[in-house]
Nanobody, 124 residues
């Protein structure tokens, strides 16, 4: 089993920044993709960004490209999401997820492990 715990959410004004963290423990996969997703009230869960654990390659949704940065710290088994220039439409619960495969996916159903989420609220 893999356990994922998110932290770092909160309330911020538009234009501000937040950094989310996702600490992974338990069984880990060297050939895996770590992703961030978000879900706003009444909307489906959507892909935000992902990073390949073994080589650090990254992939972003168009809506966050240039504003968000995903990174990892292998020594700490932690993945980060630096969010800059936040907008009210970024308001959502943000989830960390793990996919034990080496290929990208933006489909949440292809991620096997999930954290409980952390709330991000951006005021206008």
């Amino acid at each position: 089993q893999v356990q994922l715990v998110e932290s770092g959410g909160g309330l911020v004004q538009a234009g501000g920044s937040l950094r989310l963290s996702c600490a992974a423990s338990g069984r880990t996969f060297s050939q895996s993709v770590m992703g961030w997703f978000r879900q706003a009230p009444g909307k489906e869960r959507e892909f935000v960004a992902a990073v390949k654990w073994f080589n650090g390659n990254t992939y972003y949704a168009d809506s966050v490209k240039g504003r968000f940065t995903i990174s990892k710290d292998n020594a700490k088994n932690t993945v980060y999401l630096q969010m800059n220039s936040l907008r009210p439409e970024d308001t959502a619960v943000y989830y960390c997820a793990a996919r034990p495969a080496a290929t990208w996916s933006t489909n949440p159903s292809l991620y096997d492990y999930w954290g409980r989420g952390t709330q991000v609220t951006v005021s206008s």
